[in-house]
């Protein structure tokens, strides 16, 4: 009967909801919704019975002097300005929900890179799903089967997205979720999937000719068979930080260490996440962006006590490399 109930609301009103955040999300447009729908009965059926109750009976009426009633005043700015606070605060609490990242320890990492117009989706082991033939004459839809992204059931997932052309958006419906993918820098969306099955993902940013035949699919599966999926399409390359173990060695490993010893540059012991400080600006978080700033143009913030030294990276390192790089850095705890 659940199930069945689930099934009309969604088809009538929304997705079905593939995450908790999802539920919350429909609870506050349910609020949305129904406040103004009474908002409105009461101020468009009060105008109504005031125009037929005090309506001109001829053309000898006249209108009668009227002062005001603070009373009245009052409780109709004091409760709208009430339920305006309230819309505020929840929608707050909801927003910051879905943009407070969850722990690195304790969630999957997915890297999206837009292109027109396809998905290109990367894990930590190696594995790409991806396929810029993914709209042809015979399947106007793309081939959605390579465009899948299978994450686990009941952890959290990170995105960490860019573009390699123009500015698309990542819009996935039964998460109630949605972040722009933007050329030359990092953004980020997270979820935790609490219900297995497939979730459409669309591209809600027009990025040219195809873009409404830029499908993909979420696939959500128990974390056991997600594990045995992983180790089965594991590429014999390897994993994205071994590629970036390898870029270390061969680029940066004169001037930067992995044991906190202070040699050229700052070590990248427990670099990621870290406050750092510079000899000019404020103080910054190293996150994704900070870090892929620092590699292609170190100049822009140089850290307190450290020389100028590095030379900038940009247009030497591709983006697969600097993703690679990126996820290395990350690693060294």
């Known amino acids: 009967m659940n199930n069945w109930l689930s099934l009309i609301s969604a088809n009538a009103f929304m997705p079905i909801q593939g995450t908790e955040i999802a539920e919350k999300v429909d609870g506050f447009y349910s609020f949305l919704l129904i406040s103004s729908l009474i908002s409105s009965i009461i101020l468009i059926g009060g105008m109504t019975a005031f125009i037929i109750k005090y309506k001109r009976q001829s053309a000898n009426d006249k209108t009668a002097y009227i002062t005001h009633n603070t009373l009245a005043e009052f409780t109709w700015s004091f409760i709208p300005f009430v339920i305006m606070m309230v819309i505020f605060y929840w929608g707050k609490v909801i927003f910051n929900e879905l943009r407070s990242m969850p722990e690195s320890a304790s969630s999957e990492e997915i890297h999206v890179v837009g292109v027109q117009w396809a998905w290109n989706f990367k894990y930590k082991n190696g594995i790409k799903q991806y396929t810029k033939e993914g709209i042809s004459k015979d399947n106007k839809l793309g081939n959605v089967e390579k465009q899948v992204m299978v994450v686990p059931l009941n952890k959290p997932v990170k995105l960490v997205m860019t573009s390699n052309d123009v500015i698309h958006s990542f819009y996935i419906p039964g998460f109630r979720n949605k972040q722009d993918v933007i050329p030359g820098r990092y953004t980020s969306l997270w979820f935790k999937a609490d219900k297995l099955g497939e979730y459409q993902v669309f591209c809600t940013e027009y990025c040219g000719l195809s873009h409404s035949q830029m499908p993909a699919t979420i696939r959500v599966l128990p974390e056991a068979d997600y594990k045995a999926w992983l180790d089965t399409n594991k590429p014999a390359e390897g994993a994205v930080s071994d590629a970036g173990k390898e870029l270390y060695e061969n680029k940066c490993r004169s001037c930067h260490s992995l044991d906190g010893t202070r040699v050229v540059g700052p070590t990248w012991k427990g670099l990621f996440g870290a406050k750092r400080e510079f000899e000019s600006g404020p103080a910054v978080d190293a996150d994704e962006n900070y870090l892929r700033e620092s590699i292609l143009n170190p100049n822009a ?33």
């Not at 100028?308 to 850095?329: H, K, N, R, T, V």
């Open 301 to 333: 913030k140089v850290v307190k006590g450290y020389p100028a030294a590095m030379p900038p990276y940009a247009g030497q390192l591709s983006d697969d490399e600097l993703s690679q790089l990126i996820d290395y850095i990350k690693s060294v705890k």
